[in-house]
């Protein structure tokens, strides 16, 4: 088994940061609000809290460094709900669907100047994202949902021709692709690491290395580390993954899914020349899908979500580790960009993501608790989408009554997948079934009936539209 590694975002963001690691916590403090998580959720609900209250004590517990966890090696991409328009009308009804697309587009401009107003250096460049086809199955995908945006009047989507589609996408292998400019990329590890540095300085406490041991709550929120305890009016947990397996009543509302990603030496000319140094995010419309995106020093990072489950949620040692499936996504970087075949990789990762079974977030109470909040199930798409939990956690800690706090997404987990021992030989079963269908597309040749049928089951856990 190779060595588990430090993501190579999040090593460029410590190297950038340069600070050492903060202590943690000792002993017992008081606070109005404890956050465990060190994350964008968390660290998005603590500075959004502390703006809002100054003279709340606000506490953020962390088990390892800030960012070190799905914040900092995530791929980057800024990628709003706008595709997501389909499943959010039918889970939350047109208005409210139509809300949450235009406050996630704005998200994406929210958090472009959060970081010039508090100069961070994230890399942040709003090139728009590509949505095309990387073979001719793939098709018409985005159809669907480009009419039904067209027929509510919000559609930032611009059909693409072909030959506009390889400019953008950098690769001749894509076609009629469709691009927005509501959408970008950046260095997450260096947003996390910057996020962090705000949230001090606005008055947050912060303590590094101080794991959650146990929770307890009375008539306050009581969280236990080693080597201290924070006592607290309110709490929320910000834990990502880590929750389904630590709160068994959330146990079936994600999966564990794991998001692997390779980076290449700097090749800032061949970025140039393949139109791929603006930023822009690009995806393809396979369900496992391939993302890419240009780094401002001329890397190209590729990514693919889907290629190992956990059983029961636990988190494996392969999700901190380098990629397994780094040959397979250094084949595809060739495949689709030939001139970069003798680029060497520099590093590649892993990272664990909870898919929730409607591909939405969720907010709410803690089952059991009367003043825990947590947030989860982000579903692979948690750049800006964080910034929005950030935003209605804080709603729901400041006790008020507007649309975030009437949303459907602040109820709760609204879709469930089998109990355990059914969930994971029922899930690998499917994802086998998309690989055979993906891998007889790329061959152009017609998927099996059976495996066509079962690869059809994701789009009723919440597919992407």
Known sequence: MPAASVPFWFAQALTADNTPPLPPLQGEVSADVCIVGGGFTGLWTAILCQQARPDWRVIVLEKSRCGAGASGRNGGCMLTWSTKYLSLRQWFGDSEARRLVA???????????????????????????????????????????????????????????????????????????????????????????????????????????????????????????????????????????????????????????????VVTAPRPELMAQLGLDRGQAVCDLRTFVHYWRST??????????????????????????????????????????????????DSSWTGASDRSATGLPFFGRLPGYRRVLYGMGYSGNGVVQCRLGGELLCALLLGEDNAWTRSGLAQGPLAQFPPEPWRWPGAMLVRQAIRRVEAAEDQQRRPGWLASRLASLASMAGKAD
């Open 296 to 345: 401002p020093d001329g890397r190209l990072m590729l990514g693919k979500g889907g290629n190992r489950i956990a059983f029961a949620n636990r988190m494996h040692g392969y999700f901190d580790q380098p990629s397994a499936y780094q040959d397979a996504l250094g084949a595809t970087l060739a495949q689709l960009f030939p001139a970069l075949a003798d680029t060497p990789l």
């Open 103 to 261: 406050a996630s587009e704005q998200a994406v401009q929210d958090i472009a100047q959060f970081c010039h107003t508090h100069q961070i250096d994230a890399e942040l460049r709003l090139g728009g994202a590509v949505y095309a086809a990387s073979q001719p199955a793939q098709i018409g995908r985005l159809d669907g949902v480009l009419a039904a945006l067209d027929q509510m009047g919000a559609n930032r989507w611009q059909r693409l021709s072909n030959a506009d589609t390889q400019a953008l996408t950098g690769s001749a292998q894509m076609q009629h692709g469709a691009w927005t400019d509501a959408a970008g990329s950046l260095q997450p590890g260096k947003l996390v690491r910057g996020l962090l540095r705000v949230a001090r300085q606005l008055g947050v406490q912060v303590y590094e290395h101080s794991a959650m041991h146990r929770l307890q709550e009375g008539d306050e929120v009581m969280v236990c580390t080693a080597t201290g305890r924070v006592r607290a009016r309110q709490a929320v947990l910000a834990l990502n993954a880590d929750m389904a397996r630590q709160f068994p009543a959330l146990a079936n509302s994600v999966l564990l899914v794991s998001s692997d990603m």
